[in-house]
Structures are given as structure tokens and as C-alpha cells.
């Protein structure tokens, strides 16, 4: 692998991630977040799918079951998308209202969506086939940065709803979001590895009717009191 090759990889898997950014972040545009803050959750999130690929290596390694670990891929990336966005964002003060936790949430998915999608991106473009890249890369777009959208927003959301609430009840409310979101990751994982002919239109429709829920539950977040 040359330097151009990791160029365009990064290139291609940062660029629709920041696009997707660009869209979300609209929906905060009447009180906008630090873009300092943002940056950092974003490499937070990137830097959670270089933890979490490492992770996911050593599950395949202890011999689990295919569906098996499958599951507990989509564990690994939820908790680590919501450790980095915690420990860099949720747990700050500039984080001060319920619609913030939404948008760092989904900053850092998109962070995360930004490496692997890179990763992805790395090995067709070192062979020379570009073709493959763009249906990689465009596949990508529309399906799997879309569930890492979804699922961490409802985590988000689960914060923004019980953001006034008690530390204790907040807190067993992300959990509950934690747990939706891994049974929305798994579920698609899950779709998209059988062998069913339309298993990929199937699990892209899933992740796109989550993203109109999660539409939905933002313009409700908006309407909570600061």
C-alpha cells in the first residue's frame, strides 16, 4: 500500500462522513456546538473503530459462533462509539442541553463510520479497482453509516429525553438506549450475512426507516426547554 492509495481510502471514507455531518448538525444550527468539541468527538470516534477493530480480531480468534460474533461486533462498536462520545463530550459542560447529546452521539458515529469505511476503501484501490471502490464506497454511504447514525442516535436520544432527570434514572435510560442500539446494530449485522437474495435491501431498509424515526425524535428533542 502506497501513499496515494491511503490518501483516497481516507478521502473516501472521511469526505461522506463529513457531508452526513454537515447535514446533521443542521438540525442544532439555532444553538450550535463548539467546533472544537465536534472535531474532537469526531477523532474520538475514529479513534473508537481502531480500538474496536482490534477488539473485533480477537473475537474471531476465541472461535464463537459466526452469529455469535456477529453480535458481539455490534456490542463492541456501540459501547466503544459511546465510551469515546462520554468521555470526550456527553460528560462536559459545554454539553448542556438535551439535543446536544444527539449530536455528539452521531458526531461521534460518524467519526467511527469515517475509519472503517476507510478501511474498507483500502484494499480494492491497492489492487486498482476502482469500480469495486465506488460501489464500496457508495454501498457504504447509504447503509452502513447510516446505522452507525441510527443506532447512536438513539442512544442519544435516550440521554435527551431523561437529560433533566436524576444522574441514576439518566443514566438506566442510556443503558436502555445502549441496549436498543447494539439489538438494532446486531439485527442488521445479522440480515446482511444470510444468504437471502434481497438480505441487503432488507437490512438498508431497516437502517433507513430507523434514520425517519430518528428524523422524527430530533425535531421532538428540539421542542424540550433548554
Known sequence: MNASTLLYALLGGVLPALLWLW?????????????????????????????????????????????????LWATIEEVFKFGFAWWLALRKRFCDEPIDAMIYMLTAALGFAALENTLFLIAPLANG??????????LRFIGATLLHIAASSIIGAFAA???????????????AGLLVAVALHAAFNLIINTEKDNALMIAFAVAWATIIVVLAVFEKVKRLPR
Open 23 to 71: 447535514f446533521w448538525l443542521k438540525e442544532d444550527r439555532l444553538h450550535p456546538e463548539p467546533r472544537g468539541a465536534l472535531v474532537l468527538t469526531f477523532i474520538g470516534g475514529m479513534l473508537a473503530a481502531g480500538t474496536a477493530y482490534f477488539a473485533e480480531r480477537s473475537i474471531m480468534k476465541m472461535g464463537f459462533a459466526f452469529s455469535t460474533t456477529l453480535v
Open 161 to 175: 429525553f431523561f437529560f433533566y432527570k436524576s444522574k441514576k434514572i439518566k443514566d438506566a435510560a442510556i443503558f
Open 129 to 138: 479497482d476502482i469500480t469495486k471502490s465506488l460501489l464500496t464506497g457508495n
